[in-house]
């Protein structure tokens, strides 16, 4: 079925001198092949108007077309838009596990940290068994704070049974990182792990040298209790309350 999606009158694919705008431009533009349908939502993709982009990602989702995987992973990597990159993630799983996550995997190598974090992003949602061997320490302890939100996330996913300890260890080095923001994100990556695989490392860490560690690992202890307390400034109360407790 061709989708019924057109590109308003003005709007021309904007291709750029390099870097990942040129990229997109090559994933979507360098064959003799690409379909008429596809040119007008490849197009509708690289447009200003991001409504414009966001309908483009859902006529894709709507009808899959392998070929557009890659101009799908390039718009990803420099879409600007939160709702129009969650859009390009969702068309990404409507597409075979066999076409996406290899190319997915290979992104995570990617200079750009947008475009590691939304590949892990993505396959946070495939939820492909493959590519646990792919969420390496770099990435769980990747500087750039959304990259390693989006890992954390991914892992405790994908993760095998027989190795949620160890990531729970792993995790537990990044306790006292970052904003609220990321505590939180970090906080309940690690509750999600469960009680039993998280308790020893959490112990662990609120016996740390570091405040900031302890306070983050309470805090933790405390949303493990409590998962209504899994808001920002609800985090923010629960290191205070295990402040108050250590007094």
């Known amino acids: ?65 392998p070929g557009l995987v890659d101009t799908l992973i390039a718009r990803c990597a420099i879409e600007p838009d939160f ?22 995997l290979e992104e995570l190598n990617s200079e750009r940290a947008q475009a590691r974090s939304r590949a892990l992003h993505a396959l946070s949602k495939i939820k492909d068994a493959r590519a646990w061997p792919a ?36 995790l537990a080095t990044q306790l006292g990182r970052g904003d609220r923001a990321v505590q939180l994100s970090l906080s309940r990556a690690l509750v999600a792990l469960g009680e039993e695989v998280i308790l020893p490392a959490l112990k662990k860490a609120m016996a740390s040298s570091e405040l900031r560690v302890r306070m983050h690992a309470g805090a933790t202890e405390q949303l493990l209790r409590n998962p209504a307390l899994g808001s920002q400034p609800a985090i923010h109360e629960a290191k205070r309350i295990f402040a108050l407790g250590k007094q």
């Open 1 to 65: 079925m061709k989708s019924r999606f057109k590109i308003p009158e003005g709007h021309r694919l904007v291709v750029g001198q390099g870097g990942p705008l040129r990229r997109f431009s090559e994933h979507s533009m360098g064959t003799e092949h690409t379909k008429p349908v596809e040119t007008h939502l490849i197009s509708g993709l690289a447009a200003g108007d991001k409504t414009v982009r966001l309908r483009a990602a859902l006529a894709i989702g709507s009808n899959p077309e």
């Open 83 to 104: 709702y129009v990159r969650d859009t390009l993630t969702w068309a990404l799983t409507r597409h075979p596990a066999d076409i996406t996550v290899p190319k997915l």
């Open 135 to 170: 969420i390496t320490r770099s990435l769980l302890r990747d500087p750039d704070d959304e990259v390693a939100r989006s890992a954390w996330r991914a892992a405790v996913v994908l993760a095998p049974d027989g190795q949620k300890k160890d990531l729970a260890e792993e």
